[in-house]
């Protein structure tokens, strides 16, 4: 089972479709763009706190997902949710 936020889902649950692998599609941190390609900080701020308000209720979201599941590890690189949701169901993560 593979947990990706947004670009990554888009990316992956193609190539994975009709395959024994899962793809989960989970939130993620992301950049604000202006039209000439910066990034926009006041939007990038922005988008972390509303990310951070619903952090905790995306990691409760995630505990069933985990109960059903029940993997005996979970990796994870950039996003936040995994680690959190692995500790609260005792679960080994890197």
Known sequence: V?????????L???VYRGTDVQVIRIP????????????RLWGTL?????????????VRALLPVFDRLRPDLVLADFEPILPRAARRSGIPFL
Not at 28 to 39: D, T
């Open 2 to 10: 593979l947990f990706a936020p947004d670009l990554a889902y888009a």
């Open 12 to 14: 992956l649950e193609p």
């Open 28 to 39: 993620g941190l992301s950049f604000a763009y202006g039209p000439r390609g910066r990034v």
């Open 46 to 58: 922005l988008r972390s706190a509303r990310y951070r308000l619903q952090l905790g209720s995306e």
